[in-house]
Every structure is written in structure tokens, then in C-alpha cells.
């Protein structure tokens, strides 16, 4: 079955920068558009970045000019650099593509999420 791993998170202090990546695995027959999200303790889920298989991009108000979401589909991969950190950047980020299998048809996927926490 399909598999989203999360990596790249850490903590960095505010300023600095991140990139996180998410791969999927399993046997898949194409990708369409992969996701990140974000969510703090005690906060609802918010989309961070999206992007569509052709590369067409969407950001959170929060982080436009500062985080830039790309993807390799030969490697089955997304990825998001996350630049100017600020402490309200802090949360678990998810990774969630719409992934098409021979056995399934299409579904989403979700990762295992990647804590970011970035201090002043």
C-alpha cells in the first residue's frame, strides 16, 4: 500500500530555514496534487502549500514570499522550503497527496507529520 514519509523537520531558531521533504512509496500509478499542512496543539489543521501535478502553486497568506513548495514526480516526492522562520511557523507539518493505485483507484494519503519548532 502507500506510504507518505515525512523528513527535514527540526528546530532552527527564527530567521534561519528548513526544507521538508515527504516521499511516497508503494505501487503507484500517478500523483495528483500533494499538500502540506500544518497544526499546533490546540489548533485546527491549515493548509500550508499545495501544488498540482503540472506545478501549479498555492499558499497560505501566512507564508507567501517565505516558503516554497516543489515536487520531483520521478521521485514521487514534494517538498517545501520553508525560509525566514518565525515562532508562529511552529507546529507538526503533514504532507497528503491524492494517490492513484491499481487496487484503490484514487485516495488520499497522509504522512506521519514533521515537528518544526522555530524559537526567538
Known amino acids: 500500500q502507500v506510504q507518505l514519509v515525512e523528513s527535514g523537520g527540526g528546530l532552527v531558531q527564527a530567521g534561519g530555514s528548513l526544507r521538508l521533504s515527504c516521499a511516497a512509496s508503494g505501487s503507484i500509478l500517478s500523483i495528483g496534487a500533494m499538500t502540506w499542512y500544518r497544526q499546533a496543539p490546540g489548533k485546527q489543521r491549515d493548509m500550508v502549500a499545495g501544488?498540482?501535478?503540472?506545478?501549479?502553486?498555492n499558499y497560505a497568506d501566512s507564508v507567501k514570499g517565505r516558503f516554497t513548495i516543489s515536487r520531483d514526480n520521478a521521485k514521487n516526492t514534494v517538498y517545501l522550503q520553508m525560509n525566514s522562520l518565525k515562532p508562529e511557523d511552529t507546529a507538526v507539518y503533514v504532507c497528503?497527496?491524492?494517490?492513484?493505485?491499481?487496487?484503490?483507484?484514487?485516495?488520499?494519503?497522509w504522512g506521519q507529520g514533521t515537528q518544526v519548532t522555530v524559537s526567538s
Open positions: 501544488i498540482t501535478r503540472d506545478g501549479t502553486t
Open positions: 497528503n497527496a491524492w494517490v492513484v493505485t491499481a487496487w484503490r483507484g484514487g485516495a488520499d494519503s
